[in-house]
């Protein structure tokens, strides 16, 4: 389920390939007095009963990557490396792209400093 700013996903039948899960990813975007916008998210919920909380920030060329760091995440807690809790619906993929895009007033074609993909552990 999307809405703007949160994202909801879970897994209520757990199979060989896929555990239970309940996860919510919540975003928004802030003003860094020295780096400018920020993508600020935060991933909390539930994998196999395991609870876990975590926040990141990405710059703002470099937010456009959110769903590798969600995938990175999703499988230190306990989702197969090959899942993706952000694509497993495309439309709601595409919302929520186009919904930070719109926060961050970034548009195609941005150059992206390189800086900032170290600095975001990417």
Same mark, same amino acid.
């Given at each position: 389920m999307f809405e703007?700013?949160?994202?909801?996903?879970?897994?209520?039948? /757990?199979? /060989?390939?896929?555990?239970?899960?309940?996860?919510?990813?919540?975003?928004?975007?802030?003003?860094?007095?020295?780096?400018?916008?920020?993508?600020?998210?935060?991933m909390r919920g539930q994998v196999d009963g395991k609870a876990f909380d975590e926040t990141f920030e990405l710059h703002r060329d470099t937010a456009y990557n959110f769903a590798?760091?969600?995938?990175?995440?999703?499988?230190?807690?306990?989702?197969?490396?090959?899942?993706?809790?952000i694509m497993r619906s495309h439309s709601e993929y595409d919302q929520m792209f186009e919904d930070?895009?719109?926060?961050?007033? /970034?548009?195609?074609g941005e150059p992206v400093n390189l800086d900032h993909l170290e600095k975001d552990g990417l």
């Open positions: 703007p700013g949160h994202l909801h996903r879970a897994n209520t039948l /757990a199979t /060989a390939e896929m555990p239970l899960f309940n996860v919510d990813l919540y975003y928004d975007v802030r003003q860094d007095p020295s780096e400018g916008p920020m993508l600020q998210m935060r590798s760091v969600v995938s990175r995440l999703g499988h230190k807690h306990g989702l197969p490396a090959n899942s993706s809790l930070i895009r719109a926060k961050l007033g /970034a548009h195609s």
